[in-house]
């Protein structure tokens, strides 16, 4: 099994210069750390490794001694981690790595998966259980074990649903139709014709690709690019962020704070990455929510929260790590020295992900307030135009209502505008009964108000909110048409907000 990484260096010399030399504002010396958002981010994901061990825990050392290393006070890494060498399995690491992930504001862990059985599907259920304490959830990474293919990941993603997917802390996106997610390590190596395997899941699961290359990800859900360093110049993020937009895809770009391998692995010439107190983390969250670099991105990835080996942690490593080691700290990150700079990118963590949820939140409701007209409604005060009030506190009557036989509601944009990402609030979003949350129906838009194209077909829903991404494309007017209104044999449908945005 590798215990390092293979990351594509994509830096040439001259623009790894140009990223550490750009002067970027961070919080005084001693100040306090930023405010944490009141909910963690359910789209800041921190690649979180597992894979760690002890004498006291697993029997043995277990990563630490990598490149000729002797814990506890020898280990192979740049830095050393405030907790020390731990183990992955330990209930108190678990749980201090937790707490630390909900003070970075980051609301989802992509856990580093290497099969069925391994060391590190047998820590999942504590790590599941932490994350619950913490409000947090937990995504997948799917390590290229000996032996893995397309097939085998079809099992694998089959397996973490069944064994996994009924645990209150397993992440479901939301805003994607409440669908789990699969990032893909190291896909390039399988041959793009086997991925055919994934139209088996692709459908009730995310699946990323790890490329900006895309004409290699025919039967993926997206792209992440993991690598830390390459984040630095963002090299193809503005073609794959834009790709994926057009095409209704998850487009997750990687960030870290810096990359630096030389005691795990001895002798190695890749290049490395300095974290300039912090200027390299800022850059690398720059460029991957800037509008020219591929932004605003579904989801922002992290790399990593503890892959010690490489250089890449936002966990605290220890300020006073043990003498004559050569090792780096944190300090001097921001502005901070001593205990202070341990938690340093954590917290810079947050202030971004803050960044990253209110730029996500600027994103205007293109249908907001726009002429609306409908089939039917129910009464004189449930028109269509509640549909498109902005509100879903007005009490049971602040929606429209139609017991008509075709039930559509038709919205004019006022102008032909890009629309890649639709939201409908049915009955329980309202507070009405769930059973009432509209079962079955089409999103459509048309450029004249004559022709219309399906774009979007859901079925079976019993959500309260639906959020349904497509390809983005051009539409002066949408209609919502509703073929089954409820769950059960009630006849009316109840829609508190129909909402339209760009991406």
């Not at 043995?60 to 506890?72: A, K, L």
């Not at 004189?380 to 902005?390: D, Q, R, S, W």
């Not at 007005?394 to 008509?404: A, F, H, I, Y």
Request: hydrophobic share 35%.
């Amino acid at each position: 099994m590798p215990f390092s990484r293979a990351l594509p260096r994509l830096l040439a010399a001259a623009g790894l210069a140009a990223a550490t030399m750009l002067a970027v504002p961070g919080p005084p010396a001693g100040s306090a750390p930023p405010a944490v958002l009141a909910l963690p981010s359910p789209n800041v994901h921190l690649f979180y490794y597992p894979w760690y061990g002890s004498p006291t825990g697993s029997g043995s050392y277990r990563h630490w001694p990598q490149g000729g290393h002797t814990p506890p006070n020898d280990i192979g890494a740049n830095f050393y981690p405030t907790l020390g060498p731990y183990d992955s399995g330990d209930g108190t690491a678990i749980a201090a790595h937790l707490a630390w992930v909900r003070q970075s504001g980051a609301g989802v862990i992509v856990y580093s998966w290497w099969g069925q059985g391994s060391y590190e599907d047998g820590l999942v259920s504590r790590v599941l259980n932490a994350a619950q304490q913490q409000g947090i959830k937990v995504a997948w990474h799917l390590e290229p074990y000996g032996g893995r293919t397309a097939g085998s990941t079809v099992s694998d993603i089959n397996y973490l649903n069944s064994r996994y997917g009924s645990h209150p802390a397993f992440f479901r996106d939301a805003q994607h139709g409440n669908r789990p997610a699969f990032y893909v390590f190291e896909s390039l190596t399988v041959p793009d014709a086997d991925w055919v395997a994934l139209d088996q899941v692709n459908t009730a699961n995310i699946v990323l690709a790890q490329t900006t290359n895309t004409a290699r990800i025919a039967h993926f859900s997206g792209m992440y690019t993991y690598d830390a360093i390459a984040g630095a110049t963002a090299p193809g993020w503005a073609q794959a962020g834009q790709f994926a937009r057009d095409h209704g895809l998850i487009w997750a770009p990687s960030v870290g704070p810096g990359y630096v391998d030389d005691r795990a692995v001895p002798g190695n010439t890749t290049p490395t990455l300095g974290r300039d107190n912090g200027t390299t983390y800022d850059t690398e969250w720059r460029n991957a929510l800037d509008p020219a670099t591929g932004g605003l991105p579904t989801w922002v990835s992290v790399t990593s929260f503890n892959e010690w080996h490489e250089g890449s942690t936002i966990e605290p490593a220890r300020a006073t790590p043990p003498a004559g080691f050569g090792y780096q700290t944190y300090t001097g990150a921001y502005g901070r020295t001593g205990a202070a700079a341990e938690t340093a990118y954590l917290d810079r963590t947050a202030f971004w992900a803050a960044e990253f949820e209110n730029r996500r939140a600027a994103s205007p409701n293109l249908a907001l307030n726009k002429p609306a007209t409908a089939d039917s409604q129910c009464s004189a005060t449930e028109g269509p135009a509640k549909a498109v009030n902005g509100s879903v506190s007005g009490g049971t009557g602040d929606k429209w209502c139609s017991l008509g036989a075709t039930r559509f509601l038709r919205i004019d944009l006022g102008a032909s505008l890009p629309v890649g990402r639709f939201v409908v609030r049915h009955a329980g979003a309202g507070g009405e009964p769930v059973r009432w949350n509209t079962r079955d129906f089409d999103i459509q838009t048309s450029l004249d108000g004559t022709a219309w194209t399906t774009v979007a077909a859901v079925r079976a829903n019993t959500a309260d909110v639906t959020t349904t991404a497509v390809p983005r494309g051009n539409a002066r007017f949408l209609r919502l048409a509703i073929s089954t209104p409820t769950q059960d044999t009630d006849t009316a449908a109840r829609i508190y907000e129909f909402e339209a945005y760009t991406s």
